[in-house]
């Protein structure tokens, strides 16, 4: 799978040299129309994420020059996919994959041979324009600000896989969420 499938643009945060914040360097990109089944999305928010900090500092290998940032959330501007168009409020998929292997069909994204986190092996979300499949869009809850859906995405995939892929939790079943606001309060008072 080619990571072109994902491609950053107008201004963009691009790791030149993992060397820490130095490396990266702001890079002005055109903004082409979307192909056919692609969408345009204006970032409202950006998240950096841990992965981020292994990029830019070369704990995580990538091929340079790349467009950090995994997370994101934003407008619709352009669209030439059905189902969506300009002014839809998006949180972003932050992985690329084929879609059409078995293991995209059964939501194992993962094991695609073409696997991709944004920011990582493909171009990222630190960036005005990001243009992207349109199954990278889930329709932002009204409920979340800019900066909560903006550094949602990647987080949330990472507990979903640790806790239904591999914990195997399933529907009915019980789970205990240590480290929730009752401990926050508490350290605030120590």
């Given at each position: 799978m080619s990571t072109t499938m994902v491609t950053s643009h107008g201004r963009c945060a691009v790791l030149e040299e993992p060397r820490g914040p130095s490396g990266i360097r702001m890079h002005k990109r055109a903004v082409p129309d979307p192909p056919p089944g692609k969408v345009n999305v204006r970032l409202r928010a950006s998240g950096l994420n841990h992965l981020d900090l292994w990029v830019v500092n070369g704990a995580q290998r990538v091929r340079t020059p790349r467009v950090i940032a995994a997370d994101g959330a934003g407008e619709v501007v352009a669209s030439a996919a059905e189902g969506w168009s300009a002014g839809d409020e998006v949180v972003l998929y932050p992985v690329a994959a084929c879609w059409t292997c078995a293991d995209c069909k059964a939501?194992?994204?993962i094991y695609c041979s073409g696997f991709a986190v944004l920011g990582e092996h493909a171009d990222g979300n630190a960036c005005e324009v990001v243009q992207l499949p349109a199954r990278n869009l889930?329709?932002?809850p009204a409920a979340l600000s800019w900066a909560e859906a903006g550094a949602l995405p990647l987080a949330f995939l990472t507990a979903w896989r640790m806790l239904v892929s591999r914990g195997r939790l399933?529907?009915?079943?019980?789970l205990l969420v240590v480290g929730g606001p009752a401990e926050r309060s508490v350290r605030r008072r120590c």
């Open positions: 939501g194992r994204h889930v329709r932002k399933s529907a009915g079943e019980t």
